[in-house]
Nanobody, 120 residues
Framework: QVQLVESGGGLVQAGGSLRLSCLAS????????MGWFRQAPEKEREFVAA????????YYADSVKGRFTISRDNAKNTVYLQMNSLIPDDTALYYC?????????????WGQGTQVTVSS
């Protein structure tokens, strides 16, 4: 069994910040990397960021570089996404995922998602 539980979404004004969390459980010992994806209404799901469990190497979509930071706490099996300088285009359902490293834009398992809404 694989479980990914996201939390931390909400409504925020443009320019504000939110931190998303993803608690992972199950066969985590075999996972190399975790990531965050998002899907806005009427748009395809897109890659946001990924991080490797071991070295903590981080990868970002161009649209969030410099504003979002992905991190992990191995002891807690938790991955975080710190989102700063939020803009309305960041509004989406955010999903945590086990990514198919090194193909970081593809995922093997998904969480249920947490809604982020940025008002202008």
């Amino acid at each position: 069994q694989v479980q990914l539980v996201e939390s931390g979404g909400g409504l925020v004004q443009a320019g504000g910040s939110l931190r998303l969390s993803c608690l992972a459980s199950g066969r985590t010992v075999s996972w190399t990397a975790m990531g965050w994806f998002r899907q806005a209404p009427e748009k395809e799901r897109e890659f946001v960021a990924a991080i490797t469990w071991g070295t903590g190497s981080a990868y970002y979509a161009d649209s969030v570089k410099g504003r979002f930071t992905i991190s992990r706490d191995n002891a807690k099996n938790t991955v975080y996404l710190q989102m700063n300088s939020l803009i309305p285009d960041d509004t989406a359902l955010y999903y945590c995922a086990v990514v198919r490293f090194p193909q970081i834009a593809t995922a093997a398992y998904w969480g249920q998602g947490t809604q982020v809404t940025v008002s202008s």
